[in-house]
């Protein structure tokens, strides 16, 4: 074990040379800000707003290291007031241990994207590309025009999204991404509109409900999603429901963030309904909740409880997942992550009950 974790030390500081979206809505509830305020797009992720990155580099890194010869020259991603760029790079090791089996290690580029933003014109009309390189060949994300009236009052978006739905939390592993379906590698084409009005941020989608993949039917997927933010609070719910001929799947929750001193804390709770599925009817549960304990200056220590129903009608079939996450970013455009992932579930299935350690570095700008 000490020698996997010494070997993926060193190939972290490789990885980090290959160049996702630090889409961490802990960093809002810190901030006591909406995710529109760091990110292009309002339903956050993705490319950052030239206050995001200002924002990264000063309050979120240990250290601001000068890059030229203003002490205060920061790197933005301006190229000219009509285009700007960005990008994230995560590149891991992975130690997985599953009862009765062989334990297993890897390194992986874990997501490479880079981002485009043409402002068609400034403040009102942008055609954003959201393009993944890695791992595999290139594939977008998202791709869509956004036009915003009335300086962002208003928002409508046109093309291939993520849905609104709960929070957007990086991993994609946690059991609300998973049991939902929604998560970064599940857009899908269609339009939303949103709403920006103080404390409240809103957007409603209706999309074709295939995850990006080619319309088969004539019938749609629903979204919507409504938070209340304040500085030190914020509370939401969302609603999704894809009418489709494989099975209708209706799913709702709510989500909560809260800051207490050095501390961020998350909480989601999901019900899921599928109805006229081949496998049958089915209900799910999924929650989490998550603290970030902001230790000192580049310095974040994540700890998360994580539950899972996947059937309400089948008793002693619950999942649970624990992780310890260590985060710190020695400077700006660098993070470097350390965690240990408990998985817990019926003993008859091994993979339910595995370990996973692992060590990450990601680059981002």
Known sequence: MQMHLTLGLVACALLGLQTEARAEPYLAVRAGQK??????????????????????QNQLSR???????????YLNGEITKWLAIGGNSRGSFNYTDVPNQDSQSEFEVDRATIY????LIPNLLTLYLDEQVAPGGATSREAFALITPMRGRYTLKVGKFFLPYGLRIEDDSAFIRQATGINFDT??????????????????????????????????????????????????????????????????NVFFGLRTGPIAWLAEVDYIQDEG??????????????????????????????????????DEDER????????YSPFQFTQARAGVRLYDGIPQNDLQNRDEVFIQLHVYF
């Open 35 to 56: 995710c529109v305020s760091c990110h292009v797009n309002p339903t956050g992720g993705g490319k950052r707003t030239v206050y995001g990155n200002v924002y990264g």
């Open 63 to 73: 250290k601001f290291i000068p890059v030229g010869d203003d002490v205060v020259d």
């Open 116 to 119: 485009a933003e043409l402002r």
């Open 187 to 252: 857009p899908d084409n269609g339009v939303e509109a949103g709403l920006e009005l103080g404390p409240w941020s809103a957007q409603f989608a209706i999309t074709n409900g295939t995850a990006g993949g080619a319309e088969n039917d004539s019938d749609k997927q629903f979204s919507l999603l409504a938070t209340y933010v304040k500085p030190m609070w914020r509370v939401g719910a969302s609603f999704n429901f894809n009418d489709a001929d494989v099975g209708d799947r209706q799913m709702q």
């Open 277 to 314: 599925t081949p496998t049958g009817d089915r209900d799910q549960w999924a929650g989490l909740v998550e603290g970030n304990w902001l230790v000192t200056r580049g310095h974040n220590l994540k700890l998360t409880y994580e539950f899972l129903d996947p059937d309400d009608d089948v």
């Open 320 to 327: 649970t997942r624990y992780s310890l996450v260590w985060e």
